[in-house]
């Protein structure tokens, strides 16, 4: 009888706990938690450096330019010049309060530092929700106690973690330079609004296509529509300036830091991201897992003539990303060139002088000084194509792809160089439309297009053996430790910082000189120097064919 009641009450209490179980499973967020713990296992690494880098770069560059502008005046001054120059507008957006010193401590870092913010949002979402499904990941920890809706959950939860434990750091490293408490805690909040929204953007991309390259390009298609529609409504008047309410690096902007301050701005982003957020979560029940909501595009019936080699396969795989990235190039190109002429404009204050010449090094005039400035930008993100098109290495090893391929008569180094070939050659043509088109809209305003090829493309190709330094550098980390590849684009982040703000910052020499993207530079009409240039590419050189040893003699996957 005791042991008939024991067996009852021990059934009674299975089925209890199945449905207890059970309803919480059908929630969707069953093993949230896990899941969370494990994707911060993964990003570990990845997490901190990216968050130490960007607090460092608000908080470095507020505390030398404050100790370059040693008073107020002067600070001011600096500030009203570069409010009046459309050109600097348009790339880094526009000044509040040109009547607070405050104000050009941030000027270049407050919207470059949140779409550093919005790509690493954009990063950990992706890979915690498309990449992981890609690879069946997600359907392997579907096998455990885990509702559909967890990954994405998680996902989320530890992208708009960071991206708010970031914007709060760096609010902190701004007051702690000496900036005003009010406008470091706006900077704050642009940084949240602009990462938290690009949090959400990324949830919705994940659910639309299939694949991770998918999802980028539609992620990252948005911040780049973004970025242009902010610039066109910040260099408008009238109806058209309206379009910066269209962007969410705009709504960062109209909380007018250090200007009036405007904090209830930021339930703009914070309405829009909840939006998202719920369409994203909408959207996962209406798809199957590993599928995505818009369909994908067959490819041809034959395709023997395009898959007849590595090269061409590699070719095949990466072409419409490279033709996308190479219409940006040529359109940023030509709207540079156009408006480089009007640079003059802003080269009354020897403070802004001598803060243009650190940033640009020595040119003839200050349009050229401003061209070579943006050129040293344009580089580094022909170097983040360059990782990228590298870096396919790895989407396609995880992926199985590339044990189908040996499986042929293809050796490790052929299919090593297919996409080598395609990232330094890819990288190279970038800065060959843009030297192009920069010339091609300088031209338009001063002097012919053939006189300003002449003048502008040695400085638009110059930099190219120091993007294919970066580009060997993931090549070179694919090759002897390829899980840890992301160190590829955080030695990026590292050059950008040290190569473009050092001087700004007061970094020493050997600091500066770390990123290759210092060395080799050529002004607008300057003489090239070669030696610096050959060096870079043996350097190049060396860590592709490290790259070819260490990958032929590791295991795949």
């Known amino acids: 009888m005791t042991g008939r009641a024991t067996t009852s009450h021990a059934t009674t209490s299975h089925a209890t706990t199945s449905r207890a179980t059970t309803g919480h499973a059908t929630t969707g967020l069953a093993g949230t938690g896990a899941v969370l713990r494990l994707a911060l296992r993964?990003?570990?690494?990845?997490?901190?450096?990216?968050?130490?880098?960007?607090?460092?770069?608000?908080?470095?560059?507020?505390?030398?330019?404050?100790?370059?502008?040693?008073?107020?005046?002067?600070?001011?001054?600096?500030?009203?010049?570069?409010?009046a120059s459309p050109a600097l507008v348009a790339m880094y957006g526009p000044i509040a309060d040109p009547d607070n010193p405050d104000s050009v401590t941030v000027f270049k870092t407050f919207l470059m530092g949140g779409v550093f913010l919005a790509l690493l949002a954009f990063a950990l979402v992706r890979r915690h929700t498309r990449t992981d499904e890609e690879s069946g990941r997600t359907e392997l920890l579907g096998a455990g106690v885990l509702g559909r809706r967890a990954p994405l959950a998680a996902a989320v939860v530890l992208a708009g973690s960071v991206v708010v434990l970031t914007a709060a750091l760096a609010t902190a490293s701004l007051v702690a330079a000496g900036v005003g408490t009010a406008g470091s805690v706006a900077f704050g909040l642009g940084w949240a609004g602009i990462g938290l929204t690009f949090t959400a953007v990324t949830a919705v991309a994940a659910q639309l296509t299939e694949t991770s390259r998918g999802c980028s390009a539609w992620a990252l298609g948005a911040l780049g529509l973004a970025y242009v529609v902010r610039a066109v409504g910040d260099t408008s008047s009238g109806a058209v300036s309206a379009l910066t309410w269209l962007s969410p690096l705009g709504w960062a902007e109209k909380l007018e830091m250090f200007g009036a301050n405007r904090?209830?701005?930021?339930?703009v982003?914070?309405?829009?991201?909840?939006?998202l957020l719920g369409l994203a979560f909408t959207l996962l029940e209406r798809r199957d897992l590993g599928a995505g909501l818009l369909p994908t595009r067959p490819g041809p019936?034959?395709?023997?003539?395009?898959l007849r080699s590595p090269l061409a396969l590699a070719w095949r795989l990466q072409r419409g990303a490279l033709t996308g990235w190479v219409v940006g190039f040529a359109v940023l190109g030509f709207v540079l060139g156009g408006v480089a002429t009007n640079i003059t404009s802003m080269v009354d204050?020897?403070?802004?002088?001598?803060?243009?010449?650190?940033?640009?090094?020595?040119?003839?005039?200050?349009?050229?000084?401003?061209?070579?400035?943006?050129?040293h930008f344009i580089a580094v993100a022909a170097a983040a194509y360059g990782i990228s098109a590298a870096l396919r290495l790895r989407s396609e090893e995880t992926g199985l792809h590339s044990e189908q391929v040996l499986a042929t008569g293809t050796t490790r180094r052929q299919l090593l160089a297919s996409h080598s070939v395609v990232a330094l050659a890819g990288s190279a043509l970038l800065m060959v439309?843009?030297?192009?088109?920069?010339?091609?809209?300088?031209?338009r305003q001063s002097?012919?297009?053939?006189?300003?090829?002449?003048?502008?493309?040695?400085?638009a190709l110059a930099p190219i053996p120091a993007v294919w330094v970066c580009v060997g550098l993931a090549l070179a980390i694919f090759g002897s430790m390829p899980k840890v590849v992301y160190v590829a684009w955080a030695l990026l982040a590292g050059f950008l910082v040290v190569g473009?703000?050092?001087?700004?910052?007061?970094?020493?020499?050997?600091?500066?000189?770390?990123?290759?993207?210092?060395h080799g530079a050529v002004a607008p009409g300057s003489a090239v120097q070669g030696l610096p240039l050959v060096v870079l590419l043996a350097i190049a050189a060396g860590l592709v064919v490290a790259s070819a040893r260490t990958f032929r003699r590791r295991d795949i996957g």
């Open 433 to 443: 439309v843009f030297g192009v088109t920069l010339a091609a809209g300088y031209g």
């Open 500 to 518: 473009e703000f050092g001087p700004l910052l007061g970094l020493p020499t050997a600091a500066v000189d770390l990123s290759p993207f210092s």
């Open 263 to 267: 904090y209830a701005v930021v339930v």
């Open 42 to 83: 993964r990003d570990r690494v990845l997490i901190p450096l990216c968050v130490l880098g960007l607090v460092a770069l608000a908080g470095s560059s507020a505390q030398a330019t404050v100790a370059v502008y040693t008073t107020p005046a002067a600070a001011v001054e600096a500030t009203r010049a570069i409010a």
């Open 269 to 275: 982003p914070l309405v829009v991201t909840a939006l």
């Open 447 to 459: 002097g012919g297009v053939g006189p300003a090829l002449g003048h502008l493309l040695p400085t």
């Open 349 to 375: 204050s020897p403070e802004v002088q001598d803060m243009l010449r650190k940033m640009g090094g020595d040119a003839a005039t200050f349009s050229d000084i401003f061209l070579s400035t943006e050129v």
């Open 301 to 306: 019936a034959s395709a023997e003539a395009s």
